[in-house]
Structures are given as C-alpha cells and as structure tokens.
C-alpha cells in the first residue's frame, strides 16, 4: 500500500480522527556520504560489502563516530530515508 492510500484510509477510521495534523510532500534530496574516521573493522565492511552497501551516509559515519568518542547516539531520519 502507498503513502496516499493509507493516508486515505486512516482518515477514514474514527479512532484516528483529529490526530493527522500535517501531511507534507518533500521532494527527493541527493545523499550524503560520509567516511568514518580510522575506517571499519574488515569484518563488517565486507559484511556490507555483501549486502551491496559500499558507504555509509553521513549521519551514519558521525554516529559511529560518537560512540567511539564514548558519546550516547540517537539518530532519526525522514520516512523512507536512505
């Protein structure tokens, strides 16, 4: 099922009534990559490699980043982000 549809159809039950506020439509924004300072272990980069993941995003590199300063990371993106 699509955005649209759902968005149609939960507009539709009662329960929901009053609680979609704000439906916007962002247009499609290139990526950003980022690389993570000193590298990843073989191990996973060849793990991702497998999965045809060849670079991180940036916000991806910077998390890693931060736990190895010891640092807390929460990241949280837009629906259907890279």
Known sequence: ???NTF???VGTLEFFEGQVAHVEDIPARD???GDVPGGLH???QASLGEQGIERLYSHQAAAIEHVREG???VI???TASP
């Open 1 to 3: 099922m699509d955005a």
């Open 7 to 9: 968005l149609q159809r």
């Open 31 to 33: 990526a950003v990559f």
């Open 42 to 44: 073989a191990m996973i």
């Open 71 to 73: 640092r807390n990371v």
């Open 76 to 78: 949280v993106t837009g």
